[in-house]
């Protein structure tokens, strides 16, 4: 938790936050924070800054907070992912938001385990929770989208063109033709598949509305560490 | 398990192999393979190839084996990373290997926490663990050597400067002057230090030794994916 996340409900004054719970918990046992202490807060969806701890006992903690700074820059893309396994999900979605992603569509292909979409990782509260530690680790404050498509066609041939419309359009898929992947602020719509990869007539769908393949080399990634590594040469800054 | 990793043991015959435990439950459960199916095995330390089931019941199975290709080159970098929780250790490990790290020094830093190094993820039979699922991921054969390394400055004193010699000296972190970052296949030692950061007499220690700085930019990153993501950064390929 490099930024204490604030939400409306914490804000007692304009500029006073009271908290309790989860985030309470780890300034006291992680930053082990004390009365006069400067941590770096963000509000939800606005500024980031410094607050002060007033307060602070093990049930509850109050802050003075200044609120100045713009959040990090977003990356210009918008991922698709084919829906991982539960866990991997999780991390995923966390390293993706600690990158700058900020739009993710969740899509089911043909080698995704129907079972994945029962998963309770996917209700809204345990999703924005995995958001928000990612944003917590990055010092951002703007939650990304997340969209459940559990149809790969209507997906692909209705949706999927309009969101992909003036953007880079890559598929992380060896057997298509391979895209320049010259690391430039480029919009860009990213499509990663499953496990399993994806099926010949997934990729031929794709390909169709112009996207291109990308290639992580001779090595199989798990999602993971595939996501970061696509986002790392894709979007390179220094 | 995009491949089967053998053992020594493993071998009944030059061309034969017999297999119990995980790999079994795994070709079982995940694979579901039946006699007669074709699967990408390697040896631990050498070539890589296909496995052909002779015999496969619940308790056993048989293989015949054929091992012709070279495993895929490793990256030509040495990961020193400050010892991180056992947790995100393990994830780091498996992330790294499966990227095709070949040498990990595990460091102690002023940051690292002193109980990490009584986790029993650093007993030699667990790290063994975590580097195996890695190559198993990648379809590589070759385990990393992973040292430990408890005391900071004689390890950089007495040490670093022979492991790092003629190679790229980095170190990710973004107080110290920037070196170039130009993605290219040249031998590097690159240093992540711990969550909380090097304190500015390791920096010194390392910046006098010829260590320049890479930053990930603006974003902080938990360790199993800022290492990735330096590795795509430093090391390009198509």
Redesign the interface.
């Known amino acids: 938790m490099?930024l204490i996340l604030l939400f409306e409900e914490d804000f007692i004054a304009a500029d006073t936050i009271r908290l309790t719970g989860r985030r309470l918990r780890h300034i006291n046992e992680i930053h082990r924070a004390q009365t006069g202490d400067i941590l770096t807060v963000g509000q939800l969806g606005g500024k980031i800054g410094a607050g002060e701890i007033t307060t602070i006992t093990k049930s509850s903690l109050e802050m003075h907070v200044e609120l100045q700074s713009e959040s990090?820059?977003p990356l210009p893309v918008t991922l698709v992912l084919a829906l991982p396994r539960p866990r991997v999900l999780n991390?995923t979605l966390?390293?993706a938001t600690?990158?700058?992603v900020k739009k993710i569509y969740l899509l089911h292909t043909n080698r995704v385990e129907k079972s994945f979409w029962h998963s309770p990782v996917l209700n809204e509260e345990k999703l924005k929770h995995s958001l928000i530690l990612g944003l917590e680790?990055?010092?951002?404050t703007l939650l990304p989208d997340v969209y459940l498509r559990k149809r790969f066609r209507p997906f692909v041939e209705d949706e999927l063109p309009l969101i992909a419309q003036n953007t880079r359009k890559l598929v992380a898929h060896p057997e298509i033709s391979?895209a320049s992947?010259d690391a430039e602020e480029i919009a860009t719509t990213l499509i990663v598949g499953p496990e399993g990869g994806l099926i010949p007539y997934e990729i031929e769908k794709l390909s169709a509305i112009g996207f291109a393949g990308i290639?992580l080399?001779?090595?199989?990634?798990?999602v993971?560490?595939a996501v970061?590594?696509?986002?790392?040469?894709l979007f390179?800054?220094?």
């Open positions: 490099n990090p820059a991390r966390i390293a600690s990158m700058g680790q990055a010092k951002d391979v992947s290639s080399g001779q090595r199989i990634l798990r993971e560490t970061p590594v696509l986002l790392a040469r390179r800054k220094e």
